[in-house]
Each structure stands twice: as C-alpha cells, then as structure tokens.
T-cell receptor, first 115, second 115 residues
Framework: QKEVEQDPGPLSVPEGAIVSLNCTYS??????FMWYRQYSRKGPELLMY????GNKEDGRFTAQVDKSSKYISLFIRDSQPSDSATYLC???????????????FGQGTILTVHP | AAGVIQSPRHLIKEKRETATLKCYPI?????VYWYQQGPGQDPQFLIS???????DKGSIPDRFSAQQFSDYHSELNMSSLELGDSALYFC??????????????FGPGTRLTVL
C-alpha cells in the first residue's frame, strides 16, 4: 500500500465550478502537506502548503488538513481553463531545513476545466 | 528569477549504456533532491544532498550514483540502463531555513528513454 493515496481522476468540470481534490495518507510522521501543480512536460510547481492541521486560503485556492483522519483536500473556487493541469499532493515529515525533506507524492489528479 | 536548470532535457540511450544527468540548483540553494517520475506515476524520491553531502536516500537502484560538487551542481549517473529506467527525472533545490518549510523548486526534468 502506498503511503499517500490520491484519486487519479481524470476530473473534467465546466468553467466556474468548484473543484475538490483529496488525498489520504498512512504515515503519522507527516507534518507538512503540500499541493503541487504540474503542467504537461514541466516540473511540479508548489501551489500551497500547510503545516499540521488546519485550513489555509490563497485567492481561489483553499487547502485543508485533518490529521486525525489523515486526509487533506484542495478546493479550487471559480475554476478557470488555465487551472487545467495535474495536481499532486505531497507530504514531508520535516520542513526540509537542514534535515530530511524528501517529499512523498500522491499519484496526481488530472484536471480539465472546459469553457 | 533564476530557476533550476537540468541538462540534457531529452536523452535516448540503448540498454546497458550509461547516462549522466546534470542539475544546476537555484543560486545560493544548498540542498538538491532527485526524483524519478515514470509514465503516469507520481515522482519517487531517489536521493538528496545538503552542502555537498548525501543527506537522504530513497529507492535508488545500486546502478545509480549521484554527487553534489563544490559549485553545488549535482549529477546523477546511471549505468547498465534498463528499459524500466525510462522516465522523467526531476531535480529540485531548496534553501535550508531554521523554521518553516524549505520549499523545493523543481527543474523542467530530463526525459530519459531507454531503447
């Protein structure tokens, strides 16, 4: 069983829809929870991160972490065609700092927002 | 702003050949990570270096080796290539901090095809 599970989709929604992306995990040591966006043939780009449990909002994006359920979510409001990409959740047991900062990724969800 | 540079961007090799992938981190970043992303798969952590010393090791085959040089660039050496080594290889760099997340910035990747 993978440490991080993510529904690969694909997910296709109309422009303006609210998108919900989710991941579950099994490693209780994870403290940092990230969402990356990856366009075709490009490297992942960090969208948002959350430390421990809680919510974080940035514009149209909201990240939620529920450590008791080992469940994280990313919500995209008023989705745009430019949001079409693969979204990867990623987790780390540490901040990276001067110690181990390797990321464990989910499988990624392919999102298409059509006009 | 300067980004992570990887070279070459594309590489085609025959089975049993060797390959060398190069990564130039963002200036002043002290940590380099290597990830392997197979077709339709999530990125898998291979190895990382902090201040030119190996800091962590993941599922990296014994046929692969890596190092970080005095100018902080890193090279991933792959020998006795197998068909299953065909993948996108990402390098990421980060700057260690005393607190908070050390964000990993990803390069565009090197696409390795083994024939």
């Amino acid at each position: 069983q993978k440490e991080v599970e993510q529904d690969p989709g694909p997910l296709s929604v109309p422009e303006g829809a609210i998108v919900s992306l989710n991941c579950t995990y099994s490693n209780s040591a994870f403290q940092y929870f990230m969402w990356y966006r990856q366009y075709s043939r490009k490297g992942p780009e960090l969208l948002m991160y959350t430390y421990s449990s809680g919510n974080k909002e940035d514009g149209r994006f909201t990240a939620q972490v529920d450590k008791s359920s080992k469940y994280i979510s990313l919500f995209i409001r008023d989705s745009q065609p430019s949001d079409s990409a693969t979204y990867l959740c990623a987790m780390s047991a540490t901040s990276g700092g001067t110690s181990y900062g390797k990321l464990t990724f989910g499988q990624g969800t392919i999102l298409t927002v059509h006009p | 702003a300067a980004g992570v540079i990887q070279s070459p961007r594309h590489l085609i090799k025959e089975k049993r050949e060797t390959a060398t992938l190069k990564c130039y981190p963002i200036p002043r970043h002290d940590t380099v990570y290597w990830y392997q992303q197979g077709p339709g798969q999530d990125p898998q952590f291979l190895i990382s270096f902090y201040e030119k010393m190996q800091s962590d090791k993941g599922s990296i085959p014994d046929r692969f080796s890596a190092q970080q040089f005095s100018d902080y660039h890193s090279e991933l050496n792959m020998s006795s290539l197998e068909l299953g080594d065909s993948a996108l290889y990402f390098c990421a760099s980060s700057l260690s901090t005393s607190g908070g997340l050390s964000e990993q910035f990803f390069g565009p990747g090197t696409r390795l095809t083994v024939l």
